[in-house]
C-alpha cells in the first residue's frame, strides 16, 4: 500500500513538473516572467515577441529610427542578462509590390533589428535571420492602417 501510494506521488510530482517545463517553453521561471514582462509571449515557434507597436517600419523601409533602437538595444541587454542569447528575428512586410522584392525588404528588416543586438553582444552563430515578405500578415492588409501593422519583425527565443 505504502510502495503505491509513494508511486502515486512520483507520479504527480513528475506529472506537475512537466506540466510547469511545458508551458514555462523550456526557461526557468525568472526567464519567463521577464519575457511576459516585455511583451513575449509563448507560441508553437517558442517565446516570441511581435514588435508591431514598439517597431514599426515605414513604406519601403528597412532603417531604425535612433528613439526605436533604444528599445531594441535595452531588449538585447535584457535578454542577456537572462541569459537568453539565441535569437530569430523574422521580418515582414505589407503586401504592396512584387513578392521577391517584399521578400529581401523582410530580410533587410529583420537583419537591422538583429544588427543591434550583435552591436551589443549577441554572437552570430546564435543569431537566425528570416524573411518572409507578405506571406505571414498579422492583420488583414486592406487598409494603410493595417499594412503599417504588418511591416514588423517578431523576435523569437530559441530555446
Known amino acids: 500500500m505504502l510502495k503505491k501510494a509513494l508511486t502515486l506521488c512520483f507520479i504527480l510530482t513528475l506529472s506537475a513538473v512537466l506540466t510547469a517545463c511545458m508551458s514555462l517553453g523550456n526557461l526557468n521561471y525568472k526567464q519567463a516572467r521577464m519575457l511576459k514582462s516585455e511583451g513575449f509571449v509563448l507560441t508553437d515557434d517558442g517565446w516570441t515577441l511581435a514588435l ?29 542578462k537572462y541569459k537568453l542569447e539565441k535569437v530569430k528575428f523574422t521580418g515582414h512586410t505589407d503586401n504592396i509590390g512584387l513578392a521577391s522584392y517584399n521578400q529581401q525588404l523582410s530580410q533587410k528588416r529583420a537583419q537591422s533589428v ?16 528570416i524573411g518572409r515578405g507578405a506571406e505571414q500578415p498579422l492583420v488583414s492588409n486592406d487598409s494603410e492602417e493595417n499594412r503599417a501593422k504588418n511591416r514588423r519583425v517578431n523576435i523569437t527565443i530559441i530555446p
Open 114 to 129: 538583429a544588427n543591434v543586438f550583435l552591436e551589443n553582444g549577441f554572437q552570430p552563430k546564435d543569431v537566425q535571420i
Open 52 to 80: 508591431p507597436e514598439r517597431l514599426l517600419f515605414s513604406f519601403d523601409d528597412y532603417q531604425i529610427q535612433e528613439q526605436q533602437k533604444s528599445k531594441i538595444t535595452t531588449l538585447s541587454s535584457q535578454l542577456q
